[in-house]
T-cell receptor, first 113, second 116 residues
Framework: GENVEQHPSTLSVQEGDSAVIKCTYS??????FPWYKQELGKRPQLIIDIRSNVGEKKDQRIAVTLNKTAKHFSLHITETQPEDSAVYFCAAGQMNRDDKIIFGKGTRLHILP | NAGVMQNPRHLVRRRGQEARLRCSPM?????VYWYRQLPEEGLKFMVYLQKENIIDESGMPKERFSAEFPKEGPSILRIQQVVRGDSAAYFCASSLTSTKNTGELFFGEGSRLTVL
């Protein structure tokens, strides 16, 4: 089955700097890679996702990259702000197939003033 | 359109008792997933259900845990004879049918189980 590894487990960056979170997956059949943000005591919410037919996707200050050959994908947050402080989860699954989505263990991002 | 509703939000049980956690998916969603989140850990997949069917229960412990999603009513995650190690947040998520699946999971607020 699919296994998703995520690094680092904790990340502290100065406000305004960039943050990068990296994930690897094991199942080459996976073709859908979402990222979820979970604020303290709240539910996880989708912030961006990427499908295997593209290598990069951007949404304002957030970008994701995907390297299918190496089976890794990354989340990039630029110009970080205090409200970016949260736990971020990467995940992998297969679109349009009755399959579960497997999450990484999460990265706790601290934005330092 | 109400989001995914979970109840109870907090549940306290003594060792050996039963815990029942309920999840009502978003309107129009027929796929339900249960995940367990332990402190400082990620979202661990437990079970994936469609109406009246268990699709994948590979993440469920073989004993004491069961899940259902009946034709009518919410999905229920049932834990029998709870032990302290069952203390965790249990999140339910729902998604559209696979033929129109955008991929996004919509999570509930979670049910936090504490076993004394």
């Amino acid at each position: 089955g699919e296994n998703v590894e995520q690094h680092p487990s904790t990340l502290s960056v100065q406000e305004g700097d960039s943050a990068v979170i990296k994930c690897t997956y094991s199942d080459s059949a996976s073709n859908y890679f979402p990222w979820y943000k979970q604020e303290l005591g709240k539910r996880p919410q989708l912030i961006i996702d990427i499908r295997s037919n593209v290598g990069e996707k951007k949404d304002q200050r957030i970008a994701v990259t995907l390297n299918k050959t190496a089976k890794h994908f990354s989340l990039h947050i630029t110009e970080t702000q205090p409200e970016d402080s949260a736990v971020y989860f990467c995940a992998a699954g297969q679109m349009n197939r009755d399959d579960k989505i497997i999450f990484g263990k999460g990265t706790r991002l601290h934005i330092l003033p | 359109n109400a989001g995914v509703m979970q109840n109870p939000r907090h549940l306290v049980r003594r060792r050996g008792q039963e815990a029942r956690l309920r999840c009502s998916p978003m309107k129009g969603h027929s796929h339900v997933y249960w995940y367990r989140q332990l402190p400082e850990e990620g979202l661990k997949f437990m079970v994936y259900l469609q109406k009246e069917n268990i699709i994948d229960e590979s993440g469920m412990p073989k004993e004491r845990f069961s899940a259902e999603f009946p034709k009518e009513g919410p999905s229920i995650l049932r834990i029998q004879q709870v032990v302290r190690g069952d203390s965790a947040a249990y999140f339910c998520a729902s998604s559209l049918t696979s033929t129109k699946n955008t991929g996004e999971l919509f999570f509930g607020e979670g049910s936090r189980l504490t076993v004394l």
